[in-house]
């Protein structure tokens, strides 16, 4: 079974930060671009940071530049989500995404892990 699993969401302070990490199962997507989404209540899910499956490209959403910074490590399968500098409005449901190329569709999707941002 195909399984992106997201792990590291919880609550933390604003100012504080935390490390998301989703990793891969069932099959390799070592080759393909790797990006995280978020989706606060209320709200529709967004588009956060993105990166190419050799790491070498990556893309930010204006709200998260300066704070947030996403990496991968393909050994592990494994793509990260480094939070810095939280706010209250980075509060949402986090997801990990695949695509097979930079600008293609996002095709496979994890459950999401749940980020709390208290002010």
């Known amino acids: 079974q195909v399984q992106l699993v997201e792990s590291g969401g919880g609550l933390a302070q604003a100012g504080g930060s935390l490390r998301l990490s989703c990793a891969a199962s069932?099959?390799?997507?070592?080759?393909?671009?790797k990006a995280w989404f978020r989706q606060a209540p209320g709200r529709e899910r967004e588009f956060v940071a993105a990166?190419?499956?050799?790491?070498?490209?990556?893309d930010y959403a204006d709200s998260v530049k300066g704070r947030f910074t996403i990496s991968r490590d393909n050994a592990k399968d494994t793509v990260y989500l480094q939070m810095n500098s939280l706010k209250y409005e980075d509060t949402a449901v986090y997801y990990c995404?695949?695509?097979?190329?930079?600008?293609?569709?996002?095709?496979?999707w994890g459950q999401g892990t749940q980020v709390t941002v208290s002010s």
């Open positions: 069932g099959r390799s997507f070592s080759s393909y671009t």
């Open positions: 995404a695949t695509a097979p190329g930079w600008g293609r569709e996002y095709n496979h």
């Open positions: 990166i190419s499956w050799s790491g070498g490209r990556t």
